[in-house]
């Protein structure tokens, strides 16, 4: 689903015009971002929580020549599915 497409979801469930529905996205996604920004977690419960975690630097093989080489450690964005979701993804 692209963004167009959850806005357009989001209006028709709420019954709110495509533009309000488009401003509380586009809040909630700055919220998230500014969240995770000052590296703090958000925790959405039945749902999940975003983190921000380090991967560590690693050793791995340019694709083109076959060299290896050192993968820095960097900083990244996470998300972990609440058992709820998990559940229901898995339900059958």
């Known amino acids: 689903m692209k963004k167009i497409e959850l806005v357009k ?3 028709k469930q709420t ?4 533009s309000q529905a ?8 700055d ?7 000052k590296r703090e977690e958000i925790r959405l419960v039945g749902f999940g929580s975003f983190k921000v975690a380090t991967r560590k630097s690693r050793t791995g093989i340019n694709p083109q020549n076959k060299q290896t080489i050192k ?3 960097r900083t990244v ?3 972990i599915p ?3 979701l998990k ?3 898995n339900k059958k």
Do not use: D, H, R, Y
């Not at 019954?15 to 495509?18: E, F, G, I, T």
């Not at 488009?22 to 996604?29: G, H, R, S």
């Not at 919220?31 to 920004?37: A, E, G, M, R, V």
């Open 82 to 84: 609440g058992k709820q």
């Open 22 to 29: 488009a401003m509380a996205l586009e809040t909630t996604l």
């Open 15 to 18: 019954k709110l015009p495509q």
């Open 87 to 89: 559940e229901m993804i």
């Open 31 to 37: 919220i998230i971002k500014n969240t995770l920004k």
């Open 9 to 11: 979801e989001i209006a």
């Open 71 to 73: 993968i820095p450690a």
């Open 77 to 79: 964005a996470k998300f």
